[in-house]
């Protein structure tokens, strides 16, 4: 594969970044969620 | 200051923003974007003349559809909240997540793009109408989470965040035309050769229709959850300022 | 109303004299700048239209903070509220006021560029200026007018309005430079070049005017 770096960086920069996002997603709303009844929260 | 635990936690609270559903669109996005990279990387062919560069494709289209799929969502729930009778605070919530997932992705948009662009055109960048209305609408999506971040009532947020993301949707057409006119007038295309476009055969087609239903899952799981965080952002900063208030009053007694 | 408010506004600059006193000053200095950064008079020449579009827009931003602090300063904003003045009509009456200051400013920076840069006007060039330069204006007072009736009174809005205005901006900037450019004759072109952009201005000041006026009232109103 010709321009190796290249191509797997940008896989790397998009799967990272979805990593990232999603993990800090997932850790604010439970954080939120510790100090909430379930009363509080109209998805469930 | 003292930190109480919360007493409103009961045993039965769930943690997290998961529901059912959302678990399952969890795990979806999880195997397609696993096949993602199987058919991106591995499975597809190299591309006649762009080569093993056209892998880039398979990331960068999707996430570049995924960013505009997110301010189509935030101009459209900017419109249920300004126009609807209710004003609904949920539909506020809803362009607010859209938005940072939007920016999030366009900034993978514009990298991914860059990288793309060295490979085959030699440079990372290049003042094309695409290019360049994407890169001032991600700074305009900037401007749109910095109103979001201003002080003021709910309401008063909602509304400025509501009307700043229709314009931004004015603004696309403006912008791409008056680049696009610009760079008309420069006709130096053909010194930096091939464009990104790209025949494709039917493997390279597939693994494209992967990558955009793998980003697609992923949006909505990403949305469902981001708005759900910003409820609870918002519930917090009520019930806080009614604890605040609380505690005020209480002081206030004692002192009095 | 609009007649009203247009006056007020003007008012005030007359009696403040910011724009006279500070505001060209800064716009002069600028281009004076430009010349620094950009040494050559052959590169200065070609590019004079975009550097006092430049000086504009950067002294637009400047200006109309300015026409939005004194409205929130005695809360004359919420006055006029309160009196149940026509919303729409105040955006106009701010929209016309800053019009007002922003063509003094270019007929300033334009002379600027023709001694300092050393531009021949052609006369022929002379009515696509004026037009495409009235339409720019109109422009991009519209967009200004709506961000900072936006970020009026909030803390921090200084930093705010550049970011949100500059982008949606960016048409005026590249329409106005490329109609100078074929007003001025910079860089070896023609005249009727520049037609096409002054399309380009009037539909993109139409569209902010009329989305302003429409949009100015649920922004101030809470």
């Known amino acids: 594969m010709t321009d190796a770096g290249f191509i797997l960086g940008s896989y790397a920069i998009t799967f990272g970044s979805i990593l990232i996002f999603t993990w800090r997603t997932i850790r604010s709303g439970r954080n939120l969620s510790?100090?909430?009844?379930?009363?509080?929260?109209?998805?469930? | 200051?003292?930190?109480?635990?919360?007493?409103?936690?009961?045993?039965?609270?769930?943690?997290?923003?998961?529901?059912?559903?959302?678990?399952?669109?969890?795990?979806?996005?999880?195997?397609?974007?696993?096949?993602?990279?199987?058919?991106?990387?591995?499975?597809?062919?190299?591309?006649?003349?762009?080569?093993?560069?056209?892998?880039?494709?398979?990331?960068?289209?999707?996430s570049v559809w995924l960013a505009y799929l997110a301010f189509i969502v935030t101009a459209l729930a900017s419109a249920v909240?300004?126009?609807?009778?209710?004003?609904?605070?949920?539909?506020?919530?809803?362009?607010?997540?859209?938005?940072?997932?939007?920016?999030?992705?366009?900034?993978?948009?514009?990298?991914?793009?860059?990288?793309?662009?060295?490979?085959?055109?030699?440079?990372?960048?290049?003042?094309?109408?695409?290019?360049?209305?994407?890169?001032?609408?991600?700074?305009?999506?900037i401007g749109y989470l910095a109103v979001r971040g201003l002080e003021g009532s709910r309401s008063q947020r909602a509304r400025r965040s509501a009307i700043v993301g229709l314009l931004a949707v004015l603004e696309v057409p403006l912008v791409h035309w008056s680049v696009k006119l610009w760079r008309s007038l420069h006709q130096e295309a053909t010194v930096l050769g091939t464009d990104l476009?790209?025949?494709?055969?039917?493997?390279?087609?597939?693994?494209l229709f992967v990558g955009v239903v793998a980003f697609t899952l992923l949006f909505l799981w990403l949305l469902l959850h981001r708005s759900r965080v910003l409820t609870m952002i918002d519930l917090s900063a009520e019930t806080g300022l009614d604890a605040a208030l609380a505690q005020r009053r209480a002081e206030g007694g004692v002192t009095a | 109303m609009v007649r009203a408010v247009c006056a007020k506004d003007l008012r005030i600059e007359?009696?403040?004299?910011?724009?006279?006193?500070?505001?060209?000053?800064?716009?002069?200095?600028?281009?004076?700048?430009?010349?620094?950064?950009?040494?050559?008079?052959?590169?200065?020449?070609?590019?004079a239209p975009g550097l006092v579009w430049l000086a504009m827009l950067f002294s637009s931003m400047i200006i109309v903070q300015?026409?939005?602090?004194?409205?929130?300063?005695?809360?004359?904003?919420?006055?006029?509220?309160?009196?149940?003045?026509?919303?729409s009509a105040v955006f106009w009456g701010k929209w016309f006021a800053l019009i007002v200051q922003l063509i003094i400013l270019e007929v300033v920076l334009v002379v600027g560029a023709i001694v300092m840069f050393g531009i021949d006007l052609r006369v022929s060039g002379l009515v696509l200026l004026v037009t495409s330069s009235i339409s720019?204006?109109?422009?991009?007072?519209?967009?200004?007018?709506i961000y900072?009736?936006?970020?009026?009174?909030?803390?921090?809005?200084?930093?705010?309005?550049?970011?949100?205005?500059?982008?949606?901006?960016?048409?005026?900037?590249?329409g106005a430079t490329r109609s100078a450019e074929a007003a001025f004759g910079a860089g070896g072109t023609v005249v009727s070049e520049g037609w096409p952009w002054l399309g380009l201005l009037s539909v993109f000041a139409v569209v902010f005017s009329f989305g302003g006026s429409l949009a100015f009232g649920p922004l101030i109103d809470d």
């Not at chain 1, 100090?35 to 998805?43: I, L, Q, Y």
């Not at chain 2, 662009?117 to 440079?123: A, E, K, L, M, P």
């Not at chain 3, 720019?136 to 007018?145: D, I, N």
């Open chain 2, 1 to 62: 200051m003292t930190l109480d635990p919360p007493s409103t936690v009961s045993t039965t609270s769930r943690r997290g923003t998961a529901t059912a559903a959302t678990r399952a669109v969890g795990v979806l996005t999880i195997v397609m974007i696993g096949w993602l990279g199987v058919f991106g990387l591995l499975l597809s062919p190299a591309d006649r003349d762009q080569g093993d560069a056209v892998r880039i494709m398979y990331v960068h289209v999707p």
């Open chain 3, 14 to 47: 007359q009696r403040s004299k910011v724009l006279t006193s500070q505001i060209m000053p800064f716009a002069l200095v600028t281009l004076v700048l430009f010349a620094f950064a950009l040494d050559g008079d052959a590169i200065l020449e070609r590019t």
């Open chain 3, 148 to 174: 900072a009736g936006l970020a009026s009174g909030v803390r921090g809005r200084e930093s705010l309005l550049p970011l949100l205005v500059l982008p949606v901006a960016s048409p005026v900037l590249i």
């Open chain 3, 66 to 87: 300015r026409s939005f602090a004194v409205e929130t300063a005695d809360g004359a904003l919420d006055a006029l509220r309160v009196a149940g003045a026509d919303m």
């Open chain 2, 81 to 141: 909240h300004l126009f609807g009778k209710s004003h609904s605070m949920q539909a506020d919530r809803v362009a607010g997540a859209s938005a940072e997932i939007g920016v999030v992705f366009m900034a993978v948009t514009l990298v991914t793009g860059m990288l793309w662009g060295r490979i085959t055109w030699g440079v990372y960048w290049q003042w094309d109408a695409r290019l360049t209305t994407t890169a001032l609408l991600f700074i305009s999506y």
């Open chain 2, 197 to 207: 476009d790209v025949s494709l055969d039917g493997l390279m087609l597939f693994s």
């Open chain 1, 34 to 44: 510790d100090g909430m009844s379930d009363e509080e929260k109209p998805w469930l």
């Open chain 3, 136 to 145: 720019a204006t109109c422009g991009l007072s519209a967009v200004s007018t």
